[in-house]
C-alpha cells in the first residue's frame, strides 16, 4: 500500500529510485520460528566499538562475543565480582568503561547497576559520592579528573553524611594516574569510611576490549619514584620521588587473567628486559578481532609478532615498562592528546588554527602535551606568514584559542607564534611533532610571540584574600575574572573583561564547574551554556548585576548564608554545532527531497478524562528544557551545515477539534499530521498536535 502511494514521490528522486524496496508485509515470515540470534561461534562480532577520538575517519574495533565474556570473566577475578556485587556509575554509555565496564558487566554477573547522567556529576561531583552512599556499590569509579573534582569542588558541609565504607574497588583508568590525586580523595574522604586501599588504578584500551592490567585488589595503591631524565632515555631507573629530577609514576598493577604482555622496541619488535621503556604489546582472548573494513591497519596493529616468534600481539601504541611484574606507562608513541578524559587528535587542534586568521601558514602548526609541575596542558606552536608584523598577535593567539575551542571545546594554554618554516617536517611533509616539543622544551624555538598562561599563573595569585567580603559596590565583572581565573589556573591580570569567553579556554567541564560555582556563592542558577557563549564577561556582570538579589549586601562571604538559587535567563540560541555523520546523511536526503516523510517518527497517545492544558504545556516545555536538540535547525556557517539550538523556544502546541467526527476522518488527520514534512531549515525538529473529540 504505501509502495503503491508513494511511487510518484519516490521516481522523482534518483537516490529513492535507485534503491531495492522491499514490503515487510508481503515478507514471508513461516521460518521466523527457528531464527535463532545467539552467536553460532566464540569469533562471531558482538559490535563495533568505535575509537575514542574527533578525527573524520575513527576506526571500529570488532569485539567477538569471546572477546566480551574473556573480559567479562578477567574483570569478574580481578575485581573480586559476583552476583552481590552492586556498581553505580556516571560514565557515558558510549564509552568502553561505561558500556562496558558499567553496563555489560553487571548484566553478566546478574547484579544491580545504578546509572547517572555524566552532566550531573560533572555539575555537581558530590552527587557521585552521595549515590555511592545510597547504593553502596561493591565498584564505581572514573578518569583521574573525577577524583580530582571530587576533592575539588566538594564541601565540607556537603560531604556530612557520606558513607563510603562499603566501597571496595575505586577504578582509576583511562587517562594518566596521578598519585597526587589518588591521595588527597584518600585524605578528603577518609573521614567519611573510604578506604585507601580501595584505589584500583589499571589500564586497558578499545582494542583490548576493556581491561588490559589492574592491580592489586585490597592493597595500596603501588607508587614507585623513577629518574626524568634516564626515562626520557627510554630507562626505568630508581629514584627518589622527592628528589631532585625524580618523577613519581603509579602501577598499572599486573596483566588480567590468560592474557600477557610484552615490552618491545617499536622499530624492531625486539622483547625489552624489565625497566627497559618500549611499546607495550598485548596478546590474549581479550584481544579484538582487528579493525572492521581495515585490513592493512588490523595487520599492522593486531597481528605484531617479536623477533623471537612470539605473537601476535596488539600494539597498543602507549609506551611503558615492566618492574616486578608490573607496567608502568609512561606516555605515547601515538600522537592522541587526553584532555579531561577525551582522546583528541593533534592535527584537528592544528586544522582549526591554522584556519582561523590570515597570518597562520597552513600545515604549519604543531599541538602537544607538556607537563609542568604534574600538570599536563596542551601547547600550540604555529607558524605565521613573514609579514606578521602588520598583525594584532595577540589577537591571531585569540582567534586560534577560540577556534580550537570552538570546534573542539578543548583549552589551549599555550600559544606559541613562530617565524615560517620553523617546525621541522619529515621527507613526505609532515610535522615532526616531536622534534618542535623537544625545541620548546629546550627553549630553542624562533619565536616571534607567546601566550603563556601557565607561566602568567606563577605570578598572580587568582583567589582574593582569605576572608574578605566582596561588597554590593564592587565590580561583578572582577568577581567573574577571578572565578574564571581559578578555574583556567592563571592570574586575574590576564582575564580581559572585554573578550568573548569563549576565546578565554574555557570547556565544557570548567563551564559546568564555573555555573556550580556562581549558583553556590551568588544564589543564582547559571545554565552551563552561558559561559560558552559569544559573550564577553562585562556583559554577563551586567546580566547578574541586574539579577543579584537585592538585600544581600553584596557578594557572599565566608560563612555567609547562601540565598535560593535565582533563575538566569538562558541565551537565545546555543553555540552551532557541526553535523554528526549520520546528521549529515539525513540532512544530503532532505536536500534532495525535501518534502519527503520518510524519517518521521510518529508516537501518539491517548489522554482520558479531563484535560489540564497548562499542565500539557509546562509538560512540553520541559521535555524541551531536557532535549534541546529538538529545538534544533540547520543553518549554513562558512559555507558548512551546522546545528543551531533555539534554546528559548516554547513547545508549540497545535490544536485541531474533531468534536463529533467519524472515525475514519479521525484517522485521515492523524495520518496526514504524521506525514507532513518538517523543515529543516526553520526547525524545531519536533511536532506537538492536540486532537479532542469531545
Request: net charge negative.
Amino acid at each position: 500500500e504505501f509502495q503503491a502511494k508513494s511511487q510518484d514521490q519516490v521516481a522523482r528522486s534518483p537516490v529513492l529510485s535507485g534503491l531495492p524496496w522491499l514490503a515487510t508485509d508481503t515478507i514471508d515470515d513461516s521460518g521466523a520460528g527457528a531464527w535463532d540470534g545467539g552467536p553460532r561461534s566464540p569469533d562471531e562480532l558482538a559490535f563495533l566499538q568505535y575509537t575514542s577520538g574527533s578525527t573524520a575517519a575513527p576506526k571500529g574495533v570488532m569485539v567477538s562475543h569471546g572477546n566480551l565474556f574473556a573480559n567479562m570473566r578477567q574483570l569478574e577475578v580481578g575485581m573480586g565480582h559476583n552476583e552481590q556485587t552492586n556498581v553505580v556509575s556516571w560514565l557515558p554509555l558510549f564509552h568502553d568503561m561505561g558500556l562496558i565496564g558499567n553496563l555489560i558487566h553487571p548484566l553478566y554477573l546478574g547484579t544491580n547497576c545504578a546509572l547517572m547522567p555524566p552532566i550531573r556529576f560533572i555539575q555537581k561531583p558530590i552527587r557521585w559520592l552521595r549515590a555511592v552512599t545510597r547504593y553502596r556499590p561493591h565498584s564505581s569509579g572514573g578518569p583521574n579528573f573525577a577524583y580530582d573534582l571530587c576533592v575539588e569542588k566538594t564541601t565540607p558541609e556537603e560531604r556530612e553524611g557520606l558513607d563510603l565504607s562499603a566501597w571496595r574497588v575505586a577504578f582509576n583508568g583511562a587517562e594518566p594516574i596521578r598519585a597526587e590525586s589518588m591521595q588527597a580523595f584518600a585524605t578528603a574522604f577518609a573521614p567519611h569510611g573510604f578506604r585507601a586501599e580501595a584505589h584500583y588504578p589499571n589500564y586497558g584500551l578499545a582494542e583490548g576490549t576493556l581491561a588490559v592490567t589492574g592491580s592489586q585488589r585490597g592493597m595500596l595503591p603501588v607508587v614507585r619514584g623513577y629518574d626524568a631524565a634516564a626515562l626520557e632515555q627510554h630507562r626505568a631507573e630508581p629514584a627518589a620521588v622527592d628528589a631532585p629530577g625524580g618523577r613519581s609514576l603509579v602501577s598499572s598493577g599486573h596483566c588480567v587473567a590468560d592474557a600477557d604482555i610484552a615490552i618491545a622496541d617499536p622499530e624492531s619488535g625486539a622483547r625489552l628486559a624489565d625497566g627497559a621503556v618500549g611499546e607495550i604489546w598485548v596478546r590474549g582472548p581479550n584481544v579484538a578481532q582487528g579493525y572492521w573494513d581495515r585490513d592493512e591497519e588490523t595487520a599492522q596493529t593486531f597481528r605484531a609478532h617479536t623477533t623471537d616468534g612470539q605473537g601476535p600481539y596488539l600494539r597498543t601504541g602507549d609506551l611503558g615498562f615492566l618492574d616486578r611484574g608490573e607496567l608502568f606507562v609512561t606516555g605515547r608513541i601515538k600522537d592522541m592528546l587526553i584532555v579531561h578524559g577525551r582522546n583528541v587528535y593533534p592535527q584537528d587542534i592544528e586544522r582549526a588554527s591554522e584556519a582561523c586568521h590570515e597570518a597562520m601558514v597552513p600545515t604549519g602548526a604543531a599541538a602537544f602535551c607538556h607537563t609542568e609541575d604534574g600538570s599536563e596542558h596542551i601547547v600550540l606552536v604555529q607558524e605565521v606568514t613573514r609579514h606578521y608584523r602588520k598583525y594584532d598577535l595577540e589577537g591571531v593567539v585569540d582567534a586560534a584559542r577560540a577556534a580550537v575551542w570552538g570546534e573542539l571545546e578543548v583549552p589551549v594554554q599555550t600559544v606559541v607564534l613562530v617565524k615560517p618554516g620553523s617546525n621541522p617536517k619529515t621527507s613526505s611533509g609532515k610535522i615532526m611533532r616531536h622534534q618542535v616539543m623537544l625545541s620548546f622544551r629546550d627553549g630553542e624555538l624562533p619565536e616571534v610571540h607567546r601566550s603563556d598562561l601557565t607561566v602568567a599563573a606563577k605570578k598572580a595569585t587568582t583567589q582574593p584574600p582569605e576572608g574578605d567580603r566582596v561588597t554590593r559596590t564592587d565590580d561583578l565583572g572582577s568577581y567573574l575574572r577571578v572565578k574564571v581565573a581559578a578555574a583556567l589556573g592563571q592570574p586575574v591580570e590576564q582575564i580581559d573583561g572585554a573578550r568573548p569567553i569563549q576565546s578565554l579556554g574555557l570547556d565544557s567541564l570548567l563551564a559546568a564547574r564555573l555555573a556550580h560555582g556562581v549558583e553556590t556563592e551568588l544564589g543564582i542558577t547559571l545554565p552551563v551554556t552561558t559561559f560558552l557563549r559569544d559573550i564577553t564577561l562585562d556583559d554577563l556582570a551586567g546580566d547578574l548585576a541586574i539579577r543579584l538579589p537585592q538585600g544581600t549586601g553584596g557578594l557572599p562571604g565566608p560563612g555567609d548564608q547562601r540565598p535560593p538559587p535565582l533563575p538566569l535567563e538562558p541565551p537565545r540560541e546555543a553555540p552551532a554545532m557541526p553535523l554528526t555523520r549520520g546528521q549529515r546523511a539525513l540532512w544530503f536526503q532532505y536536500r534532495l527531497v525535501p518534502e519527503s516523510p520518510a524519517y518521521n517518527i510518529t508516537v501518539s497517545l491517548r489522554l482520558l478524562g479531563s484535560l489540564d492544558r497548562g499542565a500539557l504545556q509546562r509538560g512540553l516545555d520541559g521535555l524541551l528544557a531536557r532535549h534541546p536538540l529538538l529545538r534544533g535547525r540547520v543553518r549554513q556557517q562558512r559555507g558548512e551545515p551546522v546545528l543551531a539550538m533555539d534554546l528559548a523556544a516554547a513547545a508549540h502546541l497545535e490544536r485541531v477539534d474533531l468534536t463529533g467526527q467519524p472515525a475514519a476522518a479521525v484517522e485521515a488527520a492523524l495520518t496526514a499530521s504524521c506525514r507532513q514534512p518538517f523543515d529543516l531549515t526553520r526547525g524545531p525538529l519536533i511536532r506537538f498536535c492536540l486532537f479532542q473529540r469531545a
